[in-house]
C-alpha cells in the first residue's frame, strides 16, 4: 500500500493505493474514506497513460512526464504529488536490514558501502507506480552493505541496504 497526498487545483485528497499483484492493471484505492476501483489498461512506466477507467468510468488523461499536471478533456489541472510515507524514517529493525517497502525499480543509491549516515538519510529511491520513494536509514551507522543498483526491480521485502 502507499499512502500520497493528492492536490488538484488547490485541493488536497488523501490517497492509499494498493495495487493487484495478479494484473498489475489494476488498482483500489481509498479516497479520503471512499473506496474506487481503478483501471490502467497497459501500466508500463515507460509508456504515457492516455486513459483510466475510475469505478467503470472511462475517463480520457494525459499526465505530465513529470507529474506537474494532469489533463482531462480540454482542462488542464496543476498537478502535486507528496508520499505520505517518505517523509518519515523507517522504524528500527533489529540487525540494520533495510527491505523494500513496496515492489519498484531502483532508480538511485545515494550511498556507498563504508559510508557513515545518520538517521532519517536518504539511502536509495525507489519508484513504484510512477513515484519517487526515498528509502532512509532507520538508524545511524554505517553502511555495510548495498544489494541493488538503479535499474534493478525489486519485490515486496527484497533486501537494499544494511546499516551497522
Same mark, same amino acid.
Given at each position: 500500500m502507499s499512502r500520497i497526498a493528492v492536490t488538484i487545483n488547490g485541493r488536497t485528497y488523501e490517497i492509499d493505493v494498493r495495487q493487484n499483484f495478479a494484473d498489475p492493471t489494476v488498482f483500489s484505492a481509498s479516497v479520503d474514506g471512499e473506496e474506487i476501483d481503478i483501471y490502467v489498461p497497459g501500466a508500463d512506466p515507460s509508456q504515457p497513460i492516455e486513459w483510466i477507467v475510475v469505478d467503470r468510468h472511462p475517463y480520457e488523461?494525459?499526465? =505530465?512526464?513529470?507529474l506537474r499536471w494532469v489533463q482531462s478533456g480540454r482542462r488542464r489541472h496543476h498537478l502535486e504529488l507528496h508520499d505520505m510515507e517518505a517523509t518519515f524514517a523507517r522504524p528500527v529493525s533489529g540487525d540494520g536490514r533495510i527491505k523494500a517497502p513496496?515492489?519498484?525499480?531502483? %532508480?538511485?543509491?545515494?550511498v556507498e558501502p563504508g559510508q557513515q549516515v545518520t538517521a532519517g538519510q536518504s539511502l536509495v529511491v525507489l519508484e513504484a507506480m510512477?513515484?519517487?520513494n526515498e528509502i532512509r536509514a532507520p538508524r545511524?551507522?554505517? &553502511?555495510?552493505r548495498i544489494d541493488v543498483q538503479?535499474?534493478?526491480? &525489486? %519485490?515486496? =521485502?527484497?533486501?537494499? &541496504?544494511? &546499516?551497522g
Open positions: 488523461v494525459i499526465f =505530465d512526464r513529470s513496496i515492489p519498484g525499480l531502483i %532508480t538511485r543509491v545515494l510512477k513515484m519517487e545511524s551507522g554505517v &553502511v555495510l538503479p535499474g534493478q526491480s &525489486v %519485490t515486496l =521485502d527484497a533486501m537494499l &541496504v544494511e &546499516v
